[in-house]
């Protein structure tokens, strides 16, 4: 990972194509997307409906984006067995793609996604090797009554534990670089309101606070943390100027080659 003094952890731009994007959409968007500023030593990674997993990762490598990597959008806990509609961490290792979301705000509203699956969910895909980015963030109401703060720590220690009370969670081993946080806030996604940079650095803030309290200052200085909701190419640089934002989960922007690679420029210049 390409460390600059700015951005301690590095930059990690990545790119959440929902619903969006079959396979000829996928290997046209790697097609199209402009020759790489991957030298740079930027992160990146697009996380794509299951469908299109293959097409996407091999069009990425036929244009040379392979360091683009291409990951699941959302992956059962079980390693088989009967789950009518989902896949598993051993099914995407047979594909090669070893990164996956896990408890996007969107698997949560409308398909019963709670804490303990985001957890369950977490837990296991970390331990086959698989790189988990764990989504967590507040709705409108629950920023407008001030409860911001308690949501994202009833999110965050459902998964990683409480401060020492069990100090061998499993997921807190993975607080080196292999487990991401992307805070989205859900009243910015797909909204057009973004939050402000001084609103995301605060909530970003409280998640490194609450890392290091339950991991350690070491896990927590190591742990990227993404900012997600209505990143565009034009507020990009202002949100990767924060102290604590170490890149960006990236919706309705990254779905345009063109787009997407704005932000990955501005990514690689904010590592510079
Ligand atoms: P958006 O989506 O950029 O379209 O707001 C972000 C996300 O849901 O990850």
């Not at 490194?208 to 900012?227: E, F």
């Amino acid at each position: 990972m390409t460390k600059s003094v700015r951005k301690p952890r590095g930059v990690l731009i990545t790119g959440n194509w929902k619903m969006n994007h079959g396979p000829g959409a996928a290997r046209n968007f790697f097609a199209a997307l402009p020759a790489s500023v991957m030298n740079s030593g930027l992160r990146a990674a697009v996380y794509v409906p299951d469908v299109s997993l293959v097409a996407a990762r091999e069009a990425a490598a036929a244009h040379g984006q392979a360091a683009v990597r291409v990951g699941a959008q959302n992956v059962h806990w079980e390693k088989s067995g009967a789950f009518t509609g989902e896949i598993s961490g051993p099914m995407l290792a047979e594909l090669g793609i070893s990164a996956a979301l896990v408890g996007h705000s969107e698997r949560r509203q409308y398909f019963g996604e709670t804490d303990t699956t985001a957890r369950k969910r977490t837990e296991s895909l970390l331990a086959q090797g698989i790189e988990v980015v764990l989504c967590v963030g507040e709705t409108r109401e629950e920023r407008e009554s001030g409860r911001t703060n308690e949501v994202l720590k009833r999110q965050l220690v459902a998964v990683l534990g409480e401060n020492g009370a069990d100090a061998t969670h499993p997921a807190r081993a993975y607080l080196d670089g292999r487990l991401v946080i992307a805070y989205e806030p859900v009243w910015a996604i797909g909204t057009g309101l973004t939050a402000t940079p001084e609103q995301a650095q605060e909530a970003h803030a409280f998640i490194r606070s609450l890392l290091t309290q339950v991991a350690g200052a070491s896990a927590a200085s190591k742990t990227s943390v993404l900012y997600g909701g209505s990143v565009t190419p034009q507020n990009v640089d202002q949100l990767l100027a924060c102290a604590d934002i170490d890149g960006a989960l990236v919706g309705g922007a990254s779905l345009k080659p063109e787009s997407f690679h704005a932000l990955l420029t501005a990514g690689a210049k904010a590592l510079a």
